[in-house]
T-cell receptor, first 116, second 114 residues
């Protein structure tokens, strides 16, 4: 079974400052990794995903994440945040198994608040 | 409009009543999912469907019923609502079901059981 930990439930950051949202996972098998963003009163939207290959993954809106297998981490970063980045961010993990669509595990979320 | 839509967006119901949340997608995706979102828990899978007339339980199915007579619709029914079912419910769809492809989410239904 897989599990996901997002250690920071809330992250306040000033506009134009860098931010890192932390995600750690545990799994006995190889995994896919995802970051989703949820803007206020909206559904979830895929930010980026790691399936294989380069461990540095670039997503939409200037976000990137780095897969670190040894540390079982997939931290999300942005060098300079904007007010519009204020949202809830969810890390998710899925076993690499075409039949395990019922086994995607979402973390509890990190609320990013960008301060003007 | 193309996409995935949920209705209603907001619902208040009384304990013991039956309530149905609707989900409609226009992409003809094979897979559809229902999640509930609660503080501190992230999203938890309630039910999913691989195709019309094929459904299966997720992590937290108790108290819920689903059906899928048409590919584009995946309603979720709370047969006898309880306060513990107060939550935000998200429907999602995916072309293949395997999570190397993107899942698309609706805007959510905020359900309050009083």
């Amino acid at each position: 079974a897989q599990s996901v930990t997002q250690l920071d439930s809330q992250v306040p950051v000033f506009e134009e400052a860098p931010v890192e949202l932390r995600c750690n996972y545990s799994s006995s098998v190889s995994v896919y990794l995802f970051w989703y963003v949820q803007y206020p009163n909206q559904g979830l939207q895929l930010l980026l995903k790691y399936l294989s290959g380069s461990t540095l993954v670039k997503g939409i809106n200037g976000f990137e994440a780095e897969f670190n297998k040894s540390q079982t981490s997939f931290h999300l970063r942005k060098p300079s945040v904007h007010i519009s980045d204020t949202a809830e961010y969810f890390c998710a993990v899925s076993a690499i198994d075409p039949t395990s669509y019922d086994k995607v595990i979402f973390g509890p979320g990190t609320s990013l608040s960008v301060i003007p | 409009d193309a996409g995935i839509t949920q209705s209603p967006r907001y619902k208040i119901t009384e304990t013991g009543r039956q309530v149905t949340l609707m989900c409609h997608q226009t992409w003809s995706h094979s897979y559809m999912f229902w999640y509930r979102q609660d503080l501190g828990h992230g999203l938890r899978l309630i039910y999913y469907s691989a195709a019309a007339d094929i459904t299966d339980k997720g992590e937290v199915p108790d108290g819920y019923v689903v059906s899928r007579s048409k590919t584009e619709n995946f309603p979720l029914t709370l047969e006898s609502a309880t306060r513990s079912q107060t939550s935000v419910y998200f429907c999602a769809s995916s072309e293949t079901g395997a999570w190397n492809t993107e899942a698309f989410f609706g805007q959510g239904t905020r359900l309050t059981v009083v």
